[in-house]
């Protein structure tokens, strides 16, 4: 079945320290995966997506993610996290006429 | 400006209550998507629908109902609320199911049961 895993359900950093929320998925074939940020009681931004070809993408808001088929992974990542990243953080599947959300991870940026 | 509009913002509800969660889209999509998200998980498929007059059920349906009578418009009826009901619901739409870079998402409609 297909599905993602968050294993961080919270995490805490300090502004200017890098930053690595883990996302892992179960699927046979190439998926379509995508990180959305939900600020405080907003709705849903995508950050970023991979569908093929390079495994490590771009998103906005500098943050990158990088696809690993041999794990299974697809972890955002930070170099230098702003207070403003205080958000929650999924990571998303998408399947055929639908996206299947991970648990989120919420993130906490400490000054 | 162009996006998805839910209507209300807020709701509390008494037990048995009914009612509707509007949802317009003004950008020609034809996907359109009910979602709830409940504390501290991810978002949860209700209904879907691909084109006016075409609905389908997600993963949590049950004392949902929807329509889609024309290509702006997917409302999301509840007919007996609950307190299992209480959550935060999304509505979102898409040109097509595939094109998820191109998915707009409501602002959200936060609804109590009490």
């Known amino acids: 079945a297909q599905s993602v895993t968050q294993p961080d359900i919270h995490i805490t950093v300090s502004e200017g320290a890098s930053l690595e929320l883990r996302c892992n998925y179960s699927y046979g074939a190439t998926p379509y995966l995508f990180w959305y940020v939900q600020s405080p009681g907003q709705g849903l931004q995508l950050l970023l997506k991979y569908f093929s070809g390079d495994t490590l993408v771009q998103g906005i808001k500098g943050f990158e993610a990088e696809f690993k088929r041999s794990q299974s992974s697809f972890n955002l990542r930070k170099p230098s996290v702003h207070w403003s990243d205080a958000a929650e953080y999924f990571c998303?599947?998408?399947?055929?006429?639908?996206?299947?959300f991970g648990t989120g991870t919420l993130l906490a940026v400490q000054p | 400006n162009a996006g998805v509009t839910q209507t209300p913002k807020f709701r509390i509800l008494k037990i048995g209550q009914s009612m509707t969660l509007q949802c317009t889209q003004d950008m020609n999509h034809n996907y359109m998507y009910w979602y709830r998200q409940d504390p501290g998980m991810g978002l949860k498929l209700i209904y879907y629908?691909?084109?006016?007059?075409?609905?389908d059920k997600g993963e949590v349906p049950n004392g949902y109902n929807v329509s889609r009578s024309t290509t702006e418009d997917f409302p999301l009826r509840l007919e007996l609320a609950a307190p299992s009901q209480t959550s935060v619901y999304f509505c979102?739409?898409?040109?097509?199911?595939?094109?998820?870079?191109?998915?707009?998402f409501g602002s959200g409609t936060q609804l109590s049961v009490l």
């Open positions: 979102a739409s898409s040109p097509l199911g595939g094109e998820y870079e191109k998915l707009f």
């Open positions: 629908s691909v084109g006016a007059g075409i609905t």
């Open positions: 998303v599947f998408g399947a055929t006429n639908k996206l299947i």
